[in-house]
């Protein structure tokens, strides 16, 4: 027993020793470094096109009949969604490729005991009812002090904001047509 006792440390010893001779130093690229193809610091092209971040939200009437078009969403719905939505903080940035959008709790100055949460998520390109989903969470405390307890959302609710981002949508949609 007492010579486990001892060859033991001995043996994490020796393993930890073993360890110094790996290289753990990090190697950052250079201009001198021999395997670099090109020059480091060049453009790099961007993930989001040639127009940038905002030019592939903002989708144009000649990309949205391009099949190579990578935002799947229609830019309508999601325009009228922020704006509609505007007041409420946002949990995150909004994801214009996967359509989504989550808000934070927000509190309404009249109703101080009671705040909600929003998740829109927009799945289609076509202009339309079916391609847009908000779901709505409500939280309320009986006092300031009371912890948050969630409560029954009434559809209603959900529906009428979900028809006022359609609305505005269409206001949209038509004012463009219209110019």
């Known amino acids: ?5 001892f060859v033991l440390p001995l043996a994490a010893l020796f393993a930890l020793s073993n360890c110094s001779s790996l290289e753990t130093e990090a190697k950052y690229p250079n201009r ?11 453009e790099q092209e961007s993930i989001f096109g040639e127009d940038g971040f905002w030019g592939a939200v903002m989708e144009s009437e000649h990309k ?5 078009n990578t935002l799947t969403v229609n830019s309508y719905l999601w325009r ?3 704006e509609t939505i505007s007041f409420m903080p946002l949990d995150g940035a ?3 490729f996967g359509g989504v959008i989550v808000t934070d709790w927000y509190n309404a100055p009249e109703t101080p005991n009671e705040r909600n949460k929003l998740n829109i998520i927009i799945t289609d390109k076509q202009l339309r009812a079916g391609g847009l989903k908000v779901s709505m969470f409500k939280q309320r405390r009986a006092s300031e002090t009371a912890e948050w307890k969630d409560v029954a959302v009434n559809p ?3 529906r ?3 028809d ?3 609305a505005k949508a269409r206001e949209m949609k038509i004012n463009r047509d219209i110019k």
Request: aromatic share 2%; charged share 35%; net charge negative.
């Open 1 to 5: 027993m007492k010579k486990i006792l």
């Open 32 to 42: 001198n470094d021999a395997n670099q193809d090109g020059d480091l610091y060049d």
């Open 64 to 68: 949205a009949s391009d099949p190579t």
């Open 80 to 82: 009228a969604s922020l």
């Open 94 to 96: 909004p994801d214009p």
């Open 156 to 158: 209603e609710d959900t």
């Open 160 to 162: 009428k904001i979900e």
């Open 164 to 166: 006022a981002i359609l």
